[in-house]
Each structure stands twice: as C-alpha cells, then as structure tokens.
C-alpha cells in the first residue's frame, strides 16, 4: 500500500502541473486581449471597406476563431469536476464546510491507511482537472494558430495582390 507521504508527493506533483496550466492560460489571455487590442483599427477597415469586401468572409472566420480561442482560456482557467458525493479531509471544500471542531476531530480519528486513501482520491481528482486543463488549452492555442495565421494570410496576400 502507498504511504501517506507518497501519496502527498503525487497530489502536490499534480497541482504544480495545474497551475503551470493556469500560469500558461493567464499569459495567453493577456496575448490573446492585447494584440486585437492593437489591431482595432486595422480590423474595423477589413470589415468596412468595400475594397477588401473579398476578405471579409476570412477575416470573420478569424475573428470568430479569436473569439472561440478566448472562450476556451476561460474554460481552462474554471476547469474542475464534480464532487463524487465523498467528503475528503485534504480537499479545500469539503474541509471549509466542517466546523473547526469536526474537522479535528476527523482528523485525530483517521489512521494513515485512510489517510493514504483520501489522498489517491484527492490524486485522482487533480489528474482529471489537470487533464482537463491541458487538453482545452491544447485546443486553444491550436484555434489561435489557426485564427492567427488565416489573418496573416490576409495581410499578406492583401499586400501582394492589393
């Protein structure tokens, strides 16, 4: 059986991944606010000028891809998951709904063997929002890519060809 201290080692493993996911989604959003912050005035000529009236339908699909990317930060910023119906004595939430006085007396009660448990749980539990968090940032940065370079696209065949 896995010992306490291991189990902990694991969680702790686990959260450091995180909120390295976190740490990448806040640098993304700041990017992703910060350059069409910049382009404002470029964007509201692709889409009003009837010069570029061609583009158009490519510089939306961008902005919608844009859009969609920013949607996604925030889902990796929230991601968690359901309480399984198991109260933990690790788990922030479960231990802020117990009295101060329930918790020590859950506390002094618990052996290692169950200790060791509620952390494989809580183990579990960080590994699926972990999971969460990397798969939806993955889908982030790649729709960005893609609204990215569809807009680089357009200046560039705008600058070649007029």
């Not at 509620?118 to 539990?125: G, L, S, Y």
Request: with cysteine; aromatic share 12%.
């Amino acid at each position: 059986m896995i010992s306490t201290s291991a189990a902990e080692r694991i969680v702790d493993r686990i959260q450091t991944l995180t909120r390295a996911a976190d740490q990448k989604a806040s640098a993304l959003g700041i990017v992703q606010t910060g350059v069409p912050a910049l382009l404002a005035e470029s964007l509201k000529e692709w889409f009003l000028s009837p010069v570029l009236a061609p583009y158009k339908p490519f510089v939306a699909a961008a902005t919608v891809g844009w859009i969609v990317s920013l949607v996604l930060t925030t889902m990796v910023l929230m991601a968690r998951t359901q309480n399984r119906g198991r109260k933990s004595l690790t788990f922030f939430g479960d231990i802020s709904s117990l009295s101060i006085e329930d918790y020590r007396s859950q506390l002094d009660s618990v052996d290692d063997a169950a200790l060791a448990h509620d952390f494989a749980d809580q183990a579990w539990v960080c590994a699926g929002i972990c999971n969460r968090k990397y798969f939806l940032l993955k889908w982030t940065i790649r729709v960005l890519a893609w609204s990215w370079g569809l807009m680089l696209l357009c200046y560039f065949v705008r600058g070649m060809w007029g």
